[in-house]
DNA sequence: AGACTTTTAAATGTCAGACAAATAGAAAGT
DNA sequence: ACTTTCTATTTGTCTGACATTTAAAAGTCT
């Protein structure tokens, strides 16, 4: 672990680099615990502030914990599916609200995404993720229900199908595809009659998961995705033509 | 923005997390400038040192940039894909490693999800990408590749079949699942043989992108998700048969 | 001796002040 | 008009200090 006090990224980057590494590498492992800060920062031959910048950024990614009092001190951190879910899910929100990634784009990889999910979600499935999907799609058919409610109830329908699946690294790739989604769904209204398309839909997803057809599954997120699309595209079709009529 | 002093989390996570929150709902937007260090640490009422904890926190996160100089200070930053990558990769390789995933879970993840992206690539995929595809069979059949090197090359060309799919998210959430088998796939020992079925699936599922044949590259993905699988169980299986006789 | 209380040491969390380095813009000179 | 110098601002780093938390060691009482 060398540092070069030349180099314009910044100690407290290279150190925090050289500790990432150490981890990422296996020389340092789960519940080891690091030198402290002032020996870390003789060895780094830096000051403790400097060292304690680089801690920061480690803790951000949750790759190492901290503890105060005697035993104190860092600790290498196992990543928790927990953890990863939530930086997954604020970097795929973040990458898409920042990069102007189109509807059509964000939804076709989301769509193609569950449709690999759905031949296994079939085979494995248990009845509580069933049940799940079932009390959702009651939710989404209450009248009076607002646009970001049924959004939310949309992203557990679909959670719900990604979890029967079994296989949490899945799981965890998919969260951040399926609830980044949210914020551009939320900026649709979802009329009375695309809401019961939508709940037919989930109701005939749902019924190819209970009956284990996941060619059917398929099919039928296909046809979601169809239907999400179209929908969109005529909102956003409307609201440009309701500018240009404001503008006239 | 409210910190509060009592909160055992500390006060540089409290704001760091403001800072964030403020980000992800759009109330600061890419390239605005935050106040300086000093006009921070006056807001919220810490030291400077507290508030340079918080922005690194969210410089590792790539939320954040920072300029020194006259003009220089925090800045908003726009996510770059590459930045979101390369977080995507850190946080699944130590997902694997750290909560002992079964190689077979994390293989059937990676394929379940190459093989939604297989018929958008055989649709879209440009000269480009089947020049790589081809390029890296051709590196995988020379003798005398290490096996490292192996496994990169492996990773090189379905990376290349993702991107063919042009779909950057989709591209992004693959880059994950991929990559982070690399570990993985390193503590397997690939025999000349078994180089060679690879070598012919690879070549196989090229043609099929070729052909613009999107269910046969779907197959091809699936005989070489088996090949894998099977592959890893005999070495697993010889490696503890091998244990057990040392021990007798 | 055993159980409880107090002390102590080690570590992180925070603060204050200072200086160095980089940078852009203003000011001065040619 | 152009170039150079100066200056103000801001981040990067250092030094030193104190507060807080925590567990173990020491001490005390029954």
New interface residues.
């Given amino acids: 672990m060398k540092i070069d006090p030349e180099n314009p990224a910044g100690l ?2 290279q150190i ?1 680099q050289a500790i ?1 590494d150490a ?2 590498s ?1 020389a340092l492992i ?1 519940d080891e615990r690091l030198p402290s800060e002032s020996e870390l920062a003789e060895q780094f031959r830096v000051s403790r ?1 400097t060292v ?3 801690l ?6 949750s ?1 190492i914990r901290t503890q105060r009092g005697a035993t104190g001190g860092a600790f290498v951190n ?4 927990q953890d ?1 879910y939530a ?2 899910i ?10 102007a ?1 189109s509807f059509d ?2 939804c ?3 769509f ?2 569950e ?3 759905a031949p ?1 979600s079939a085979e494995r499935r248990a009845p509580d993720h069933l049940a799940t999907m079932r009390a959702e799609i009651l939710r989404q058919a209450q009248p009076g229900l607002t646009d970001e409610a049924f959004c939310a109830s949309d992203v557990a329908f679909h959670r719900a199908l990604v979890d029967g ?1 079994g ?4 799981s ?2 998919l969260a ?2 399926v609830e980044a989604m949210q914020p551009l769904m939320n900026m649709i209204t979802f009329t009375a009659r695309s809401r019961e398309t939508i709940v037919a839909l989930h109701t005939a997803l749902a019924d190819a998961i209970e009956a284990r057809d996941g060619q059917a599954a398929m099919q039928r997120l296909g046809d979601l995705e169809t239907e999400t699309r179209g929908h969109a595209s005529d909102v956003f079709a409307a609201r440009k033509a309701g500018a240009q009529t404001r503008r006239t």
Avoid: D, F, W
């Fill in positions: 407290s980057a925090a990432k981890i990422v296996g789960v502030p304690r910048e680089a920061k950024r480690l803790a951000a990614q790759l196992r990543l928790a599916y990863a930086q997954q604020t970097t795929s929100t973040l990458l898409l609200s920042m990069n990634v784009t964000a076709e990889a989301r193609a995404l449709r690999a999910c296994l699946a296989n949490p690294v899945l965890y790739q951040g595809a």
